[in-house]
DNA sequence: TGACAAAACTAACGTTTGTTAGCTAGAATT
DNA sequence: AATTCTAGCTAACAAACGTTAGTTTTGTCA
């Protein structure tokens, strides 16, 4: 547990305010107040109410690119990469909770450079994503349905895993990866 | 087609610009161009910015709770009623993008009774799926792993769906019914 | 055509917003 | 001991916000 800078703090105080009423709702005065100071006081350690975004953003896109990057260059089969990636999915959620709502709800208010670097990420991340369920179709271990239903029911359950990890009282991590995988490769329906 | 009340109009143009940018991002101004009148001209029409959004997340989740009111009191088993709410949801999701939008992002900004009739409508929703869930669980029909993966797997899909339905050139509606249901209730390996 | 209502307008209001400037007390460095 | 750095403060800014008041234009129908 190493100690947190000042920045650190603060971006970590706005990442929770942030999850709660979205970025655009939260004021630098509730930032403040949230850390005992006054919102000029920010300012000594951040440059602007964008920075915070885009640091906390930026971040946790980066870790799902490193990891896609390691999924990709491993050599596996499609339906072990879809397993890993899910696992992956839900260790950055565990540990990037706040960051990951702030990637979800408040990418549209990244500006200039900072927008366009996520998209590219977040673009590219979905085009692997792609190329290995088509992998998977073609030779013969996923079933041959739509590519992009499959993408995006999978992603989607993904990304929204923050909302509720914590509200459910913190299901075992190891539970929750065997389940979701099993949802997802096996389905829901028991036959026999 | 009707002809839609200046009411309405404003409502429908101010539901887009909340779909892109989010509810507090949007200013009375920005509504007010989008329909080529001055901010102060909407209020001949509407009381507040409140009711707008009030109006269009209510809408929305009176939709979803006559939808699920109709599939507990059907009788059928209950593989059978998650079919039918996968597909309910996607007909609400092709007909009420906007609205789902506002629902998803923006329910927090609703305000005192508004807000609490929401999170009533939502948390019976979620239940009463859950309880479907464990019947099918306690009858055998569906695999004996954790009801609220399930759960959270299912509606989250359902729930983003708006976002990705019409980026993607207008997937054909009982194509994706069909595939959505069957990721869900079969998974998607291929067993032969 | 004149009367009335509907729907637009201009102007302004009081707040709130992100941010800057300048200051001060204490800690660290020389 | 003198200096510089760190990290807070007060005060204020210009811009943008939702909304109100009062006025003018437009359309409808007697």
Aim: glycine share 4%.
């Amino acid at each position: 547990m190493k100690a947190l800078s000042r920045k650190e703090e603060i971006i970590s105080t706005a990442s929770h305010l942030f999850k709660e009423k979205g970025y655009n709702a939260v004021t630098m005065r509730d930032i403040a107040e949230a850390m005992g100071m006054k919102a000029a006081s920010l300012y000594n350690h951040i440059s602007s109410k964008q920075e915070i975004l885009a640091t906390l953003i930026l971040e946790v896109a980066n870790e799902f690119t490193r990891g896609m990057n390691a999924v990709i260059s491993d050599v596996s089969s499609p339906l072990e990469k879809i397993q890993t990636i899910i696992e992956m999915h839900i260790d950055i959620t565990v540990n990037y909770s706040e960051g990951l709502a702030a990637l979800n709800n408040d990418w549209m208010h990244l500006e200039n450079d900072h927008l366009k670097a996520f998209v590219k990420m977040r673009t590219d991340y979905e085009e692997n994503f792609r190329t290995i369920i088509k992998q998977g179709i073609d030779s013969g271990e996923i079933h041959a349905r739509h590519p992009e239903v499959i993408l995006f029911s999978i992603l989607s359950t993904l990304r929204t895993l923050y909302v509720w990890y914590q509200k459910r009282g913190k299901l075992d991590v190891n539970v929750l990866k065997k389940d979701m995988v099993a949802v997802f490769l096996n389905g829901i329906v028991n036959k026999h």
